[in-house]
Antibody, heavy 116, light 107 residues
Framework: EVQLVESGGGLVQPGGSLRVSCAASGFIFSSYWMTWVRQAPGKGLEWVANIKEDGSEKNYVDSVKGRFTISRDNAKNSLFLQIDSLRAEDTAVYYC?????????WGQGTLVTVSS | DIQMTQSPSSLSASVGDRVTITCRAS??????LAWYQQKPEKAPKSLIYDASSLQSGVPSRFSGSGSGTEFTLTISSLQPEDFATYYC?????????FGGGTKVEIK
């Protein structure tokens, strides 16, 4: 059974940093692109970033370029999102997702709240 | 960026009704479109990929069609567990983009 479990969310002050993680199991992690999607409270889904199987290619939505860094550790079946220079508008549930082209499995999400 | 526009933004329907949701892309995306279902306070669930292929385990009352710029998600006979918000997403180009969502409510 594919499982994706996010962790690392929390309350952070504007300008701060946070690293959210995703532990994957039930599939060959190193064979899949992985994706982060976020959802602000009461809003729709926003694609944030994805990373190739071996980490050699990364893509980001413009609004996070230069502030967010996606990475992975295939030896530990883990996906990460380093979030720097946090803004109020980054407040959201962050979902980890397995993707080929489309997303097929989603984690349960971790809430990041940016507030002073 | 490719803009994805869903209509309607919400609808009310009864159990057993046929429901159709439309998703339009601002430029052609071939068949690189997925549909997701999200229930309140839950993670999204993947329903359809490549515009018309059902993900494993998704009931056959769900179907998708379209190519280019216009796509539809159809629920042939709405069931109580289908009341949720539905999103389309294009994966033709970066950044991947989602539609704004269609909330399906009980009439």
């Amino acid at each position: 059974e594919v499982q994706l479990v996010e962790s690392g969310g929390g309350l952070v002050q504007p300008g701060g940093s946070l690293r959210v993680s995703c532990a994957a199991s039930g599939f060959i992690f190193s064979s899949y692109w992985m994706t982060w999607v976020r959802q602000a409270p009461g809003k729709g889904l926003e694609w944030v970033a994805n990373i190739k199987e071996d980490g050699s290619e990364k893509n980001y939505v413009d609004s996070v370029k230069g502030r967010f860094t996606i990475s992975r550790d295939n030896a530990k079946n883990s996906l990460f999102l380093q979030i720097d220079s946090l803004r109020a508008e980054d407040t959201a549930v962050y979902y980890c997702a397995r993707s080929g082209s489309e997303i097929d499995y989603w984690g349960q999400g971790t809430l990041v709240t940016v507030s002073s | 960026d490719i803009q994805m526009t869903q209509s309607p933004s919400s609808l009310s329907a009864s159990v057993g009704d046929r429901v159709t949701i439309t998703c339009r892309a601002s430029q052609g995306i071939s068949s690189w479109l997925a549909w997701y279902q999200q229930k309140p306070e839950k993670a999204p669930k993947s329903l359809i990929y490549d515009a018309s292929s059902l993900q494993s385990g998704v009931p056959s009352r769900f179907s998708g069609s379209g190519s280019g710029t216009e796509f539809t998600l159809t629920i042939s006979s709405l069931q109580p567990e289908d009341f949720a918000t539905y999103y389309c997403q294009q994966y033709n180009s970066y950044p991947r983009t989602f539609g704004g969502g269609t909330k399906v409510e009980i009439k």
